[in-house]
């Protein structure tokens, strides 16, 4: 696993959002497939989204043969509401990039079979030839997409039930009310995620701190699921200094001398 560790969020997310299109870039110069990537939503890739958008403006990178998959959506709540993921997805970057609108998968949180949606999903994600990176977040907690603590390391797309933590911390996009935070989402699991060639994860703020250091730092686990990247080849977790802060003194060396 490497590090990126930067001062601030913003410069650790025009790291990742340049890494991402020297990817797409690099990939786009050998072969005329399609780059596969995984999405997230919340308040963490925004800036990245940002700055890729800058990028496709400045004809830097092109989507127009990226397929995506997002990596989770709330069981339930319209699409068109405006804390559902498509609508999120749409407003930060979709509908400001070049990516064709036949490329772009999100899960339906309202189909009427909830397990073959979940399953079509994965089916889909093999047929287009598996993930070349994927991009996530964190939780507090250390869940990685909606993989909550003893989700299976080996779990595949379906759906879970959320955490109270996880529905009160992001009670703060409904209304501070965590009744109103759907209870259930469709998530892909931690193996869908580490099937990827390559995993890139950020995390911001003193918040991320603690499950950054159980990522990091401690064992294996189904309690922390984004630690089961340190069982990946190639995964890259960017950080600021905040989430970077309950690190042993000798890991923040390290990573910062071996960048
Ligand atoms: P956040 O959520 O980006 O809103 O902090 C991340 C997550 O829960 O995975």
């Known amino acids: 696993m490497k590090l990126i560790i930067r001062d601030t969020m913003v410069e650790a997310s025009v790291w990742a ?116 990176l994927f991009l996530g977040g964190i939780g507090e907690d250390g869940h990685i997409a909606f993989n909550e603590p003893f989700s299976s390391l080996a779990s595949r797309t379906r759906v879970i039930s959320l955490t109270p933590q996880t529905r009160e911390v992001n009670s703060r996009f409904f209304d501070n009310d965590p009744d109103k935070v759907p209870a259930q989402a469709m998530s892909v699991g931690v193996a869908t995620v580490t099937g990827a060639k390559e995993v890139v994860v950020l995390a911001f703020g003193s918040k991320k701190a603690h499950a950054i250091k159980d990522a990091v730092e401690g064992p294996v686990s189904h309690y922390c699921t984004v630690s089961a990247l340190q069982m990946h080849p190639c995964a890259i977790i960017a950080c600021d200094d905040a989430a970077a802060g309950e690190l042993r003194v000798n890991s923040y060396r390290y990573f910062k001398a071996t960048e």
Do not use: Q, W
């Open 17 to 132: 959002a340049r890494y991402i299109a020297e990817k797409i870039n690099e990939k786009a110069a050998r072969t005329s497939e399609p780059f596969v990537i995984g999405l997230c939503t919340g308040s963490t890739p925004i800036e990245t989204y940002n700055e890729l958008i800058r990028l496709v403006k400045a004809g830097k990178v092109s989507f127009k043969n990226v397929i995506s998959f997002n990596m989770d959506e709330y069981v339930g709540l319209p699409v068109e509401h405006p804390e559902s993921y498509h609508s999120f997805m749409a407003k930060y970057l979709f509908d400001h990039i070049d990516e064709p609108k036949e490329n772009i998968h999100i899960l339906d949180g309202n189909a009427p079979d909830l397990d073959a949606e979940c399953a079509a999903y994965e089916e889909a994600i093999a047929k287009a030839g598996g993930f070349d």
